[in-house]
């Protein structure tokens, strides 16, 4: 006899995944995946997350995002010799490749 309180997919010791909604890889309506992570890792380190600013161009070549952030907040994002923005840039190159996107570039732009 099975214990009820004890779901199939825990019985194996795996927790179930929920996949996001068909057409909407982030869970938002019109974002991708790619581009609600750099939104949000972006959000996470700005002082000012309120001036962020995302740009999307989807094309055949892949995905490119230009972000835009508020004055003070670019040293914060860019990170020592460029290794937060690098990062930021592999995260989002990976999130992209999960949504079937082969390219991605994202740039940064101070206002």
Known sequence: M???SVSPASVDGQQPVEAPAPGSP???PGRSR???????L???LADHPEEIRV???HDAAGA???VQVGPGDMGRVIGRRG??????RT???VAGARDGVSATSVEFEDR
């Open 26 to 28: 982030s869970g938002q």
């Open 64 to 66: 490119r995002f230009r």
């Open 55 to 57: 740009e999307a161009d």
């Open 42 to 44: 972006v959000e996470q």
């Open 83 to 88: 290794r937060t923005a690098q990062a930021i």
């Open 34 to 40: 790619a581009e609600a992570t750099l939104r949000y």
């Open 2 to 4: 099975s214990d009820p």
């Open 91 to 93: 995260v989002v190159r």
